[in-house]
């Protein structure tokens, strides 16, 4: 998937559209298969970031796919995006924004109930109460960790990982 947003995935030739994404994932679940969806955080640069986790969170919530994976944008030298990025047409995200996107997506997932295994601890933490296989995740433990969460999002919590934010409780 990358992006739920029509514009984001014809600016990056991705070749698909939401409706498409949404009958993929219908006829995957119809024919008893597990869904994933990977997600690419900073794919709208700084330009497109909300569009991105706004469209992106509609689809999902849709899907509810089995598992979310959320990886993070980079940039490869002489692709297309490269070429957007010099020209000016495409801002690439600091971590700090990326974050902050991640949290305006997750805000806006609504029942799904998705696992999402996650290796990059500045991306998220999570409260006491979020199924987690490391208990010192669910404890808020802000350290590199490898785990898998059950998306709650009422748990979602956002804290001083690596130093990057506040605490916000």
Not at 52 to 59: G, I
Not at 120 to 130: D, E, F, H, P, V
Request: hydrophobic share 40%; with cysteine; glycine share 10%.
């Amino acid at each position: 998937m990358e992006s739920g947003s029509r514009e984001i995935l014809e600016k990056i030739k991705k070749g698909i559209t939401p409706e498409s994404i949404l009958r993929s994932a219908h006829m995957a679940r119809q024919a008893g298969m597990h869904t994933t969806q990977f997600i690419i955080l900073g794919l709208g640069g700084t330009e497109l970031s909300g569009t991105h986790a706004l469209e992106t969170a509609r689809v999902l919530n849709a899907i509810n796919p089995d598992h979310i994976r959320v990886l993070t944008i980079g940039v490869k030298p002489g692709t297309d995006l490269d070429r957007q990025m010099r020209q000016g047409e495409w801002t690439r995200p600091s971590e700090v924004a990326m974050i902050a996107e991640q949290r305006q997506l997750f805000a806006h997932l609504d029942g799904v109930e998705s696992i999402m295994p996650t290796t990059t601890a500045w991306i998220c933490c999570w409260r006491s109460g979020a199924s987690a296989r490391r208990p010192a995740a669910a404890a808020g433990y802000h350290g590199p960790v490898s785990l898998s969460v059950r998306i709650q999002a009422d748990q979602l919590h956002y804290g001083p990982a690596a130093g990057l934010l506040p605490n916000s409780g």
